[in-house]
């Protein structure tokens, strides 16, 4: 299942070039794991109580169209891949008009809050973030 939600950009977000500035995306994408995760049934008070912390290894991002102020777009996320410790996100952000604006993937580890090192996903956790699992089609043959 993917998660959509609506954007609002601030003046404060907007660069000097009268657009969205790049470092706003990647908070976007941080907002977007973290409801995720709530979702999930996860918070972050509960990760830390539970002793292990999500933790990036990776971001990739393409920007398609530029976003201005008066500009009302969507984000929406989806986890690709989840195995061992790690798992992708996906995230698309589009204009009202349904127009890409930017797409993107992060990796990220679980990892024990104490040792800092990589922690294997439980069964009782994929369970719980399965329902945002949805694995990319196979290419044909």
């Known amino acids: 299942m993917r998660l959509t939600r609506s954007l609002e950009i601030h003046t404060y ?18 907002e977007a794991r973290l409801w995720v995760c709530r979702e ?28 201005r102020i008066s500009d009302r777009p969507t984000l929406t996320v989806w986890i690709s891949e989840m195995k061992g410790a790690s798992a992708w996100m996906e ?11 930017a797409k993107a993937r992060q990796r990220g580890l679980w990892v024990d809050a104490a040792s800092r090192k990589p922690v294997r996903f439980r069964p009782e956790v994929i369970e719980s973030f399965s329902a945002y699992l949805e694995l990319p089609a196979e290419s044909p043959s």
């Open 13 to 30: 977000q907007i660069d000097f070039s009268g657009h969205v500035g790049n470092a706003v995306y990647i908070n976007w994408l941080e």
């Open 40 to 67: 999930a049934g996860y918070s972050i008070d509960r990760m830390i109580n539970e002793g292990w912390l999500p933790v990036l290894v990776e971001t990739q991002i393409k920007y398609h169209r530029e976003l």
């Open 91 to 101: 995230y698309e952000i589009r204009h009202e008009n349904g127009d890409l604006a």
